[in-house]
């Protein structure tokens, strides 16, 4: 362990004297311990998060050395010696770029679980069990396990669903004529009229050639949906790229060689155009002191809400296509794992409310991002690697599911801290779902015998993840979401999460979240006390009000200066603080009650960045790993 004394911790929002203390090097942290504060308060920054480290030029106070991390937090210290800022500086470039996946802190993480509740963790999300909730098998759609040796598809997974009436050789043979054999397949199925979102990867069709198999397979999707006498074929590429892929031999699909086919571009921008945006709207976040017009006008420049929203509009397209016009939907960028994941997640999320739930986001996310070949590990740079290929295609699809609940704040079970959790995740590499690229890939690093699953971390945690305003599982189908470019809003609670100075003094999640504790801790000492009366005054008068019954009554009365719209009662409390489902949360899917008031209009709801968000400094005598 590498230890630094009086190293200064600079504030970038506010005036206030810098800290001053220890800073630590574990082999899995930075830990900076606040010496100059009442109490002791830490800060743990994961190697793994680091994305840069700079040393800055010499100042008065000493050595400047300046942290970036993927979960856009920035680190400013000075450190006194220049020996001590360099042994630092290059003990953190090779500790945050780790050459070989063995390296990665999943491989060491041990949170003393026994190996059958780790095997366990592993088993919580099922796929066939969300296809089957869609009712697939059925007469058109089978799950195969024709990729079982991955003899079509290296990186897609052992079973996938396809139409029951393409057989083998119209797979294999439309497997060879599509990028990567990245063949379509079925993504969601809307059993209300049978429409289908299906993915793909580009036809290798240049400007001519065509493949009868890969003709009879969208031919097969089509006919899966007896309802429409049509389908889409949505390439979510700008035109130009496609045109461009075309003339490598790759491209999009002739609408004269296939039947009854509607095709349309999206336009969202490649992987090298997000990572821009994403700088340029860093930079602006880390402007000291903007004015409103510099604020607006970086915003505005880095072109991030513009992709936010076409990432929206291509997801809203997709849910029309098929909730009213009862249309099936092929989808596919280039390979059909970037823009492809983003769109059909987005689209399911819209369709159905199951995925606006804890176990349906881990199911949407495991199917369409870690089973279907996301390149997590390329794209969230976990090693050291080529930096071109890093782009923020899964944070885009986060902000997006925010702003879905800025507009819908009572259609989501979990809240934002839910969201930033995971996308910490995604980076932290501390948990085995987001290794690798590919399912057969993290077969080869036996993940699942060697790590650990994040579902479970994250359903212990559900109490302080839920979202208080949530009505119920029935209470809302299909979002229609306004996608005007006014109804976009700029994150902070992501971007500049850990900047203390520019968060709201009070939180309305932080208080409502407070308020449902305290609710449940009143009823258990009011049952507490119950059963102490008949011990203290005999039997209760037959007329006596049972001061369960009055708890209960209460829990339904709408709080005090909270909306009035969250009516579902919280689970039982155990005695361990711990709520009841979280006890049996390997169990299944939590169950819903449905809402009398479904009907209901959502109204956006504004203002409630939660502050606080910061989850990794501790206050406390103890030393924890960050985000356990």
Known sequence: MLQVENVKLLDRYTNRKAANGTLYLTATHLIYVDASAEVRKETWILHHHIVTVEKLPLTTAGYPLLIHCKNFRVAHFVIGQERDCHEVYTSLLKLSQPAKPEELYAFSYNPKMSKENREIGWKLIDLKVDYQRMGIPNDYWEITDANKDYEVCNTYPPEIVVPRAANKAVV???????????????SYLYKENNAA???????????????????????????????????????????????????????????????????????????????????????????????????????ENSGWLRHIKAVMDAGVFLAKA????????????????????????????????????FK????????????MGHKFAHRCGHLYGDPKEVSPVFTQFVECVWQ????????????????????????????GNFLGTCHKEREDLRIFEKTHSLWPFLLQKKQELRNPLYRGFTAYKELQPNTLPFSFQ???????????????KQSVLDHLLSCMSQRVKLEDNASELENK???????????????????????????????????????????????????????????????????????PLHGTTADGLDLEPRTGSGCTTAGL
């Open 197 to 299: 979102i299906c993915r793909c990867s580009q036809p290798l069709a240049g400007f001519s050639a065509r493949c009868l198999e890969d003709e009879q397979m969208l031919q097969a999707i089509r006919e899966a949906n007896p309802g429409s006498p049509f389908m889409y074929v949505v390439d979510t590429r700008p035109k130009l790229n496609a045109m461009a892929n075309r003339a490598a031999g790759k491209g999009y699909e002739n609408e004269d060689n296939y039947d009854n086919i509607r095709f349309k571009f999206i336009g969202i921008e490649n992987i090298h155009v997000m990572r821009n945006s994403l700088q340029k709207l860093l930079e602006v976040c880390e402007t000291k002191s903007p004015s409103m017009s510099d604020f607006l006008t970086g915003l």
């Open 172 to 186: 294999i043979g439309s497997s060879r004529f599509r990028s990567r054999g990245r063949i379509p397949v079925l």
């Open 404 to 431: 879905l609940m800025q507009q819908f704040p009572c259609a989501f079970e979990f809240n934002e801290r839910f969201l930033l959790e995971i996308h910490d995740h995604v980076y932290s590499c501390q948990f």
């Open 533 to 603: 009366l008949p011990f203290l005054d005999g039997p209760l008068p037959a007329g006596t009000c049972s001061l369960s019954k009055v708890g209960s009554a209460a829990s339904k009365t709408p709080m005090l200066n909270t909306p009035q719209d969250y009516e579902e009662e919280p689970p039982p409390a155990l005695s361990n603080g711990a709520s009841a489902e979280d006890s049996v949360m390997l169990d299944g899917d939590q169950k819903h009650r449905e809402n009398p008031s479904g009907s209901e209009k959502l109204h």
């Open 360 to 371: 349906g986001f881990m199911v949407l996310i495991e199917k369409e991002w870690i089973a």
């Open 322 to 357: 098929v909730k009213d016009e009862k249309a099936s939907v092929l989808v596919h960028c280039s390979d059909g794992w970037d823009r492809t994941a983003q769109v059909c997640s987005l689209a399911s999320l819209l369709l159905d409310p199951f995925y606006r739930t």
């Open 490 to 504: 700029f994150w902070c609670g992501m971007y500049n999460r850990f900047d203390k100075g520019m968060h709201p």
